[in-house]
């Protein structure tokens, strides 16, 4: 059976900051993009039409991170390496952030992120 290309997977986030790889906490999801297929019908038959959505990774980092927030909030066309839990790997190329980075106190920095479609290494 396929994989689906919508499959959120879960497992650990790594983004390279200043030459500085910093992880993730675990519950990282990433949410795969790809080709999407939109069914429509005409009359009595159906046809269809695609197109390509960006993949989504939501994670949170440690506030004990040795990286500036700045640099974090400012990622744009980067890589993202994602440790699934099944033990697979993803890649997400030309990685941005997409929404206003989260302080959560002593939880740490929530981070969203869209980006070409993830491929498996």
């Known amino acids: 059976m396929a994989e689906s290309l919508s499959t959120r997977m ?21 949410k795969l993009g790809g080709p999407k ?13 695609s197109e390509v959505v960006v993949s989504e990774l939501d994670c949170d980092f440690p506030s004990s991170i040795n990286a500036p927030i ?4 400012g990622l744009f066309g980067v890589i993202v390496l994602f440790q699934a839990d099944n033990g697979i790997s993803y890649q997400m190329r030309n990685a941005m952030v997409t929404e206003a980075l989260e ?3 002593g939880d740490g920095i929530k981070l969203k992120m869209s980006g070409n ?3 498996k290494m």
């Open 10 to 30: 879960i497992g650990i986030a790594s983004i390279t900051v200043d030459g500085q790889k910093i992880d993730s906490k675990k519950g990282a999801s990433l």
């Open 117 to 119: 479609p993830a491929e």
């Open 70 to 73: 700045e640099k974090l909030r």
């Open 37 to 49: 297929f939109n069914a429509e019908v005409y009359g009595e038959t159906a046809y269809g039409s």
């Open 103 to 105: 302080l959560k106190g």
